[in-house]
């Protein structure tokens, strides 16, 4: 049996410099690799530091339908899902960056969660799992 796991996962963005000061400046995402391709287009994609799971694949919009898209591409459900080690410290380096979280942290059986929107208005959870 092979395995397999997701590792990219794209996000619609308006422009890659803007998007790449939000992941990597407001969520302090490190940027794995920025590389020019043809036509205009780039290839960047940013992950968050030393966390696992897949990391994101910023795109330029290219057309009306993909314009359409950048902030709602999940139909305004939580799309994005970051886990971390200690919510309080993140949360608060979050709201110092100026991230707009739409909840106080709350606490389920899973752990501590608050949703928060990126620069396009997609929806995150930051999520620190209960031990």
């Not at 590792?7 to 690799?33: M, N, P, Q, S």
């Not at 359409?68 to 799309?79: D, E, F």
């Not at 080690?85 to 709350?106: K, M, N, Q, S, Y």
Request: hydrophobic residues 45%.
């Amino acid at each position: 049996m092979s395995r397999q796991s997701v590792f990219l996962v794209t996000i619609v963005v308006d422009d890659y410099d803007r998007a790449k000061a939000f992941y990597c400046g407001c969520l302090g995402f490190e940027c794995l690799e920025d590389k020019d391709l043809p036509d205009a287009k780039r290839w960047v994609v940013v992950k968050p530091g030393r966390g696992e799971g897949a990391a994101l694949l910023l795109a330029q919009a290219d057309g009306e339908a993909e314009l359409a898209v950048i902030g709602n591409q999940t139909g305004g459900r939580v799309g994005f899902f970051l886990k971390t080690d200690d919510f309080a410290r993140d949360h608060a380096a979050f709201v110092a960056a100026g991230v707009t979280f739409l909840e106080a942290p709350r606490y389920e059986p899973y752990g501590t969660v608050a949703v928060f929107r990126d620069l396009y208005g997609n929806r995150w959870d930051l999520i620190e799992h209960a031990a």
